[in-house]
């Protein structure tokens, strides 16, 4: 079993639409929760961090964490065509060296349509 | 930019062949990773340098050579690689291990 699942996608959804992804996990260890976007020939870079459970919100992008249900989400309101990328879940467990173990998700491709 | 760089960004390199991949970043941090992304798959941790020593090896081949000659340079020395080797391999810096690792834009090495 992968300590991480995340749908491959493709998502499509037309501009405007709430894209919803999510990720769960087996590791209850897990303390630290980050999307990264990654698009077409680019490495990564992160959107969103936040620690053990609860919402956080950034403009246009929320992040839930359920630890609970070993479930975390990411919303993206009033999607563009910018938005289309590959988004990684990723997270670790609490203590030293927590970003330099990150455990990653395989990505779920969205794709916006104008 | 990130402010982290790789060098080559596509490298197609025969079994026996021997290369190497560069990486170098320039926003002054002590941690710098080696990960490998292949098609649908997540990416993978394959060696961590903090302050020039390295501190994780994630089981990987030895056909895998990395070096850190100072904090601001990461080199993977490839040898012998097999097909399935064939991915992007993407270098990170970060302050120090326990804060935000920024990522370059990744090696896409085929090998055949």
């Known amino acids: 079993q992968k300590e991480v699942e995340q749908d491959p996608g493709p998502l499509s959804v037309p501009e405007g639409a709430i894209v919803s992804l999510n990720c769960t996990y087996s590791?209850?260890?897990?303390?630290?929760f980050m999307w990264y976007r990654q698009y077409s020939r680019k490495g990564p870079e992160l959107l969103m961090y936040?620690?053990?459970?609860g919402n956080k919100e950034d403009g246009r992008f929320t992040a839930q964490v359920d630890k609970s249900s070993k479930y975390i989400s990411l919303f993206i309101r009033d999607s563009q065509p910018s938005d289309s990328a590959t988004y990684l879940c990723?997270?670790?467990?609490?203590?030293?060296?927590?970003?330099?173990?990150?455990?990653f998700g395989a990505g779920t491709q969205v794709v916006v349509t104008p | 930019e990130t402010g982290v760089t790789q060098t080559p960004r596509h490298l197609v390199m025969g079994m026996t062949n021997k290369k190497s991949l560069k990486c170098e970043q320039h926003l002054g941090h002590n941690a710098m990773y080696w990960y490998k992304q292949s098609a649908k798959k997540p990416l993978e941790l394959m060696f961590v340098y903090n302050f020039k020593e390295q501190t994780e090896n994630n089981s990987v081949p030895s056909r895998f050579s990395p070096e850190c000659p100072n904090s601001s340079h990461l080199f993977l020395h490839l040898h012998t690689l097999q097909p399935e080797d064939s991915a992007l391999y993407l270098c990170?810096?970060?302050?120090?291990?326990?804060?935000?690792?920024?990522f370059g834009q990744g090696t896409r090495l085929t090998v055949v």
């Open positions: 590791n209850s260890a897990f303390q630290y």
């Open positions: 990170a810096s970060s302050e120090t291990v326990n804060t935000e690792a920024f």
């Open positions: 990723a997270m670790s467990a609490a203590g030293a060296d927590s970003w330099g173990k990150l455990q």
């Open positions: 936040t620690y053990s459970s």
